[in-house]
């Protein structure tokens, strides 16, 4: 998506038309970009803070609901979530009308961190259908503790709506996929908002590191593809390895060091 800043009302229409597009691919879970309604570069907390909204009262959050159960479709979408007057940089899930999770971004970046709370509820999995939904958003990626604590949650597919700005995070996915053998959905957007350039190129990663699905550096466009949940649960790598059970956690304790 290429978000206008500031047009709440505008960018929440152009996400539901793209959602109305792909129901003739009949998907069942699609995912928004990060801060997709309000654009990202935020010049104050008070700027931010007229542009959020409350997970429960929200009418953006209204209109995913409205639109989940229209479309019988599960939404992941980024937004400025304020509680208790604290602000978070946050991913609803919505389905079938209803709320089904609500993540809030762990590991801010760069001037993020003069807006918004880090993240307070760790990383969740959530199920859709059946489906196990981990979810992460944009710089979360750069740790790959976020990947694996959502892994090792039996996540099947990681949704991951983004506003990167860097030109890392598309190819690191390839190898974050394969090292945990699940399916990535980063759902970037484009165009530019003062000083930062969106590198756009949306993908869909396979746990075999196949691109499934990848959009241009700077176009606005929905993708569907198929994903063999089947493929992401079978964590054998060969007849004598597992990639869980292989692992050897008494020797990677400096990872929980604070
Ligand atoms: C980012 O986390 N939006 C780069």
Same mark, same amino acid.
């Given at each position: 998506m290429r978000p206008i800043f500031g047009e709440k009302r505008r960018n929440v229409k152009r996400a539901v038309e793209f959602i109305e597009e792909s129901l003739r691919f009949e998907p069942n879970v699609l995912v928004l970009p990060e801060l997709f309604n309000t654009g990202y570069a935020f010049s104050s907390r008070e700027e931010a803070y007229r542009l959020s909204e409350s997970l429960e009262n929200g009418e953006t959050i209204e209109a995913l609901r409205r639109t989940s159960e229209d479309t019988d479709i599960c939404i992941v979408a980024g937004y400025c979530e304020m509680d208790e007057n604290r602000l978070y940089n946050s991913a609803v899930v919505v389905e079938n009308g209803r709320i089904i999770g609500n993540y809030r971004k762990i590991h801010l970046f760069y001037r993020e961190k003069l807006v918004f709370t880090p993240g307070d509820r760790g990383f969740e999995v959530f199920d859709v259908k059946g489906v196990k939904i981990g979810v992460m958003i944009c710089f979360?990626?750069?740790?790959p503790e976020s990947v694996r604590t959502l892994s090792l949650m039996r996540a099947d597919v990681i949704c991951h709506p983004t506003n990167l700005?860097?030109?890392?995070?598309q190819t690191a996915m390839l190898g974050s996929a394969v090292q945990n053998n699940v399916y990535i959905v980063t759902a970037n957007r484009v165009g530019r908002e003062r000083e930062f350039i969106f590198t756009g190129r949306s993908q869909i990663v396979s746990p $075999?590191?196949?691109?499934l699905a990848t959009s241009p550096p700077d176009v606005e466009e929905v993708k569907v593809i198929e994903a063999d949940l089947e493929t992401a649960r079978? $964590?054998?790598?060969?007849?004598?390895?597992?990639l869980f059970e292989d692992r050897r956690p008494e020797f990677y304790k400096i990872l929980c060091e604070g």
């Open positions: 979360d990626w750069r740790f700005v860097h030109p890392y995070c $075999k590191m196949e691109i079978d $964590k054998r790598v060969t007849a004598y390895n597992h």
